[in-house]
């Protein structure tokens, strides 16, 4: 355990150095910023002050060994544009979109599971058509469409949730009253009202992962209760229920597990849209903003974090794995 | 004399599939006495395991129980409700699968499947359904129970899973255990010992065998009566000495004809010229004509099975008694 661990932290220090140069050659390959944030009536003198400034006069490698010696230090590059910490920016947003998509995912089990676990066991009733019906339509409805819809009804017309933004928000230690609300890393799902604005992004978030993991149970069940395994276990004399909830679920928990952890990161690195359509300040909406003024070093910080974090997820989900499935010995297995 | 275990009268179990009704079992009879082995034979398709369902209640759909009776100690299980056949499955009656590798369950460990086994059908305490989980372990010829309480399947070999299997078969000591060729995905040692061990076993206990196999060898050995499938049909029931030493019906001597040798046990079947028809279109006469060396005229109508000598019953126009071989 401890050598597969030591061996796969050996392996994500390789993979994020490899990730940092593609990274950091393809940001400086999209365009100069220069070009945008550098006011065009400046003079050549006051040009090249502030290109020297941002170290951008500097050859691409000695660039890039300046932002490898300062990363390690923690150091991820200052904002061109906020003129602040790139890392610190992005962790500020992070809290925002790290609820958004936990609560997804929440959500997406909370929902998806049971209703699968309906249609896989009884597939031919009119229930889990429409089930499967609706599932469809949870793949195919364009996420943003769905946001909109959800704004212009429960927002407009209804009135019942608010449209827009994170509401009020808490930190932990404020939330158990330790401390001020307003210290440390700010979440909406710790207040009422944060709640409240959260739900709309969550479902539009979570729309699509709910359809994945109602498929995904279904199939499971489906191909699982055709085990010999499953009929022994009926053979034993065991209650349909013991049958369905230890035999069946466990089994098709792994397949589950696996799908939707690895979703999660996918999930944080692209919420882009539903940010965008719900104005929630989180970490899609500053890289979308920094993309388009060419914020180097934030551009590079976020897929720098995104890389990171997926690495750690995979590394939880394959440890959940192992933990699920007895078969699965983490010694013998590669990445 | 007291009733027999299992008496199963013109069983019928069909399949109701899209591309018709398969007949799967279609008019199947036999006995089993108490503390008797019952050894039911037939090729691939004829029927075996679906008769082995019906008996412990697992068909499934589209597969149905259409006609007949299966009376366990007297009491009609084709008309028991599922609540009746759950407390007799694992318990009174149990059931032991083809194929080692696949029947038990891979993520949960050998004691949770055998406590949750003996907990369905007894009020005891988790520590004495681990006891018994364990004695009965060593019962079965498992090394060191404790330990192997605490293993995976896939710890095992197939043949110690298959031993688990058994173990959790007797843990009732059930009355009757229907036993689907649980040597045939073994190797011919393992199978040995483990068909010595059954029988040593089910002796002791008083406990009545249905042993399906498609190797004649094997039943020559174990069981005191054979009923031969064909079909979906019983063609050929009687006592095993009698049926081996002197078959009958123009199938079972086709069986017996293709086994090489008796000592040779676990050699796969030489093949009876012709292959078994579908069960989906059977044409109408006796099954087994369009391979059958005595067919005749009077085989285009349908064989009724019928006792044509004591104890010995069988379905066919034209049996291979000596009157028969006579009139031929
Ligand atoms: N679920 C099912 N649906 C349709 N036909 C089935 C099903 N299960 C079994 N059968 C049919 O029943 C017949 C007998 O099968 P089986 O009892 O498994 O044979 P055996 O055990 O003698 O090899 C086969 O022809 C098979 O096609
Ligand atoms: S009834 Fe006719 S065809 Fe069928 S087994 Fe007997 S002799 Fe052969
Ligand atoms: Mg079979």
């Known amino acids: 355990m401890a050598v597969y661990l030591v061996r796969r932290l050996m392996q994500a220090l390789l993979v994020v150095l490899a990730m940092s140069i593609i990274v950091f050659v393809g940001v400086y390959a999209i365009g100069d910023p220069v070009e945008i944030l550098i006011s065009p009536d400046a003079d050549q003198l006051e040009r090249e002050r502030a290109i020297r400034a941002l170290g951008l006069d500097l050859p691409l490698w000695q660039q890039y060994l300046v932002f490898l010696t300062n990363a390690l230090q923690g150091d991820l590059g200052r904002s061109f544009v906020f003129n602040e910490p790139a890392l610190k920016l992005i962790l500020q947003r992070m809290p925002a979109t790290l609820e958004l998509a936990f609560g997804a995912m929440f959500l997406s089990i909370l929902i998806g599971l049971p209703l699968g676990l309906y249609a896989g066991l009884r597939p031919n009733s009119a229930a889990s058509k429409t089930i499967m019906a609706g599932s469809i339509l949870g793949f195919s409805l364009p996420t943003f469409w769905v946001g909109l819809m959800l704004i212009m009804v429960f927002a407009v017309q209804l009135g019942w949730l608010p449209s827009t933004g994170r509401g009020e928000t808490c930190s932990v230690l404020g939330f158990i009253g330790l401390q001020p609300c307003s210290a440390g890393l700010q979440w909406s799902w710790l207040t009422g009202d944060g709640l409240a604005h959260m739900v709309m992004p969550a479902i539009n978030l979570a729309l699509f992962k709910i359809s994945l993991v109602i498929r995904l149970t279904r199939a499971g069940v489906r191909e699982t209760m055709l085990m010999d395994y499953v009929k022994f276990a009926r053979a034993k004399g065991l209650s349909a229920s013991r049958v369905t909830f230890v035999h069946v679920f466990k089994n098709i928990l792994i397949p589950v597990v696996t799908v939707v952890g690895l979703e999660l990161g996918s999930t944080i690195a692209f919420s882009v849209v539903t940010e965008s359509v719900f104005a929630w300040p989180g970490m899609g909406k500053l890289i979308i903003d920094s993309i388009n003024v060419l914020d180097r070093p934030v551009i590079v910080a976020y897929l720098m974090i995104i890389v990171m974090m997926f690495i750690t997820i995979n590394l939880v989900v394959d440890l959940t794995y192992s933990l699920l499935d007895p078969r699965v010995r983490l010694e013998n297995k590669g990445t | ?328």
């Open chain 2, 1 to 328: 004399m007291a009733a027999p275990t299992l008496e199963v009268r013109n069983l019928r179990t069909h399949f109701f599939t899209r591309a018709g009704v398969v007949r799967a079992v279609d008019d199947v009879s036999f006995t089993v006495e108490r503390g008797k082995v019952l050894g039911l034979v037939g090729e691939s398709g004829s029927g075996k395991t679906v008769t082995g369902f019906s008996v412990i209640g697992l068909v499934d759909p589209p597969g149905r129980i259409v006609g007949g009776q299966i009376l366990f100690q007297g009491r009609d299980l084709a008309k028991a409700t599922e609540a009746e056949m759950r407390d007799l499955r694992g318990n009174r009656i149990a059931m032991i699968f083809q194929d080692p590798m696949m029947t038990l369950n891979p993520v949960l460990r050998i004691d949770t499947q055998m406590i949750e086994t003996v907990l369905a059908h007894k009020k005891v305490s988790h520590e004495q359904a681990r006891q018994r989980a364990r004695d009965t372990l060593g019962m079965v010829g498992i090394p060191s129970p404790d330990e192997r309480l605490k293993s995976y399947p896939h710890q095992f070999s197939g043949g110690m899973r298959q031993r688990v299997a058994i173990a959790i078969a007797l843990l009732h000591e059930p009355d009757l255990i229907v036993a689907d060729e649980p040597t045939t995905a073994l190797d011919v040692t393992i199978q040995g010992q483990i068909l010595a061990e059954v029988q040593k076993l089910a002796q002791t206990t008083g406990t009545s065998l249905i042993w399906i196999t498609h190797d004649l060898s094997v039943v020559a050995g174990l069981a005191d009566d054979i009923a031969v499938m064909y079909a979906g049909r019983v063609v050929e029931h009687g006592a095993v000495s009698d049926v081996l030493d002197r078959p009958l019906h123009p199938y079972t001597a086709g069986l017996i004809g293709s086994v090489p040798s008796r000592n040779k046990r676990g050699e796969p079947l030489r093949q009876i010229p012709g292959m078994t028809p579908s069960l989906l279109s059977l044409p109408p006469g006796c099954a087994f004509r369009s391979r059958c060396p005595r067919a005749a005229e009077a085989c285009l109508a349908e064989p009724e099975i019928n006792e044509i000598l004591p104890g010995r019953e069988v379905r066919c126009f034209r049996p291979l008694t000596e009157t028969a071989e006579q009139a031929a």
